[in-house]
């Protein structure tokens, strides 16, 4: 698809699930990650199997951490070409329950520090008329579920941030476009699975069948691989013309 040997990504939520992936996808066509997590143990043993890859802890609700883990990744790289903002948490509870830290830290973690990292790699990529930033969102960037109150609304607002930064990069030589996958096998579904059973009263057996993939014409899980592929080709030549988009892979949710 593209020539992406010297090309440098910024990969957050790295250590695990679709980050990882991503991670290894780039990596695989020559780019140099750095890939940034608070598992700092995870995020280091994945990143020693990665060919030019570097880690680099950084807690997505300090805005000292987004700042620094751009400042560093220019400094030992030189540049960076592409961000994917991936990382986030989920927390399951009606909102009458829903607790205001919680609320406020998925905002942080989702919404708030993809702005503020978008805005610390956009003059680099100004200057060298070229960049591609990834949003990885979710089919709830689009669709609403009960019980995800801050979850849905940081994916909302995610999608909001996709456009106006692709409206303002253009004429830079930057794109900006939303991945929004259905549920994908990662350690973030596998944790909401309790919840879901207590939410809505059923074993927790019956969650991927009755409650996560029942809106999906296809009736599966995605892989964390098939979302990466997606990233990679989105950061190709090829992909140049694709700018302000939510890119559905949905097992066919949205089709409805």
């Known amino acids: 698809m593209s020539n992406f040997n010297g090309k440098v990504a910024i990969v957050t939520g790295a250590a695990s699930g679709i980050g990882l992936a991503v991670a290894q996808d780039l990596a695989a066509q020559g780019v140099r990650v750095t890939l940034s997590d608070v598992d700092v143990d995870g995020g280091r043993a994945a990143t020693a199997e990665l060919e030019g890859a570097r880690f680099q802890a950084a807690d997505m609700t300090k805005p000292e951490d987004v700042r620094t883990l751009v400042a560093s990744t220019i400094e030992a790289e030189g540049q960076v070409d592409i961000l994917v903002n991936n990382a986030g948490i989920q927390h399951v509870a009606p909102i009458v329950d829903f607790p205001e830290e919680k609320w ?122 098939e979302v990466a592929q997606l990233v990679t080709y989105l950061c190709s030549d090829a992909a140049g013309g694709i700018t302000g988009s939510a890119q559905t892979i949905d097992c066919g949710w949205t089709a409805h």
């Not at 702005?115 to 680099?124: E, G, I, S, Y």
């Not at 069948?209 to 995605?222: C, D, N, P, W």
């Open 104 to 225: 406020r830290q998925i905002i942080e973690i989702m919404l708030t520090a993809p702005f503020l990292l978008t805005q610390a790699v956009l003059p680099d990529m100004y200057k060298r008329n070229w960049g591609r930033i990834i949003n990885i969102a979710s089919v709830h960037a689009l669709r609403a579920s009960a019980f995800k109150s801050a979850y849905v609304t940081a994916k909302h607002g995610l999608l909001g941030l996709t456009r106006v930064t692709a409206l303002e990069a253009a004429e830079h030589g930057v794109t900006c476009n939303a991945i929004c996958p259905s549920y994908v096998r990662t350690p973030l579904v596998e944790k909401q699975i309790a919840a879901q059973a207590k939410i809505h009263g059923i074993p927790e057996n019956e969650v991927v069948e009755k409650i996560m993939v029942t809106e999906g014409a296809i009736k599966r899980l995605l892989e964390p691989a």
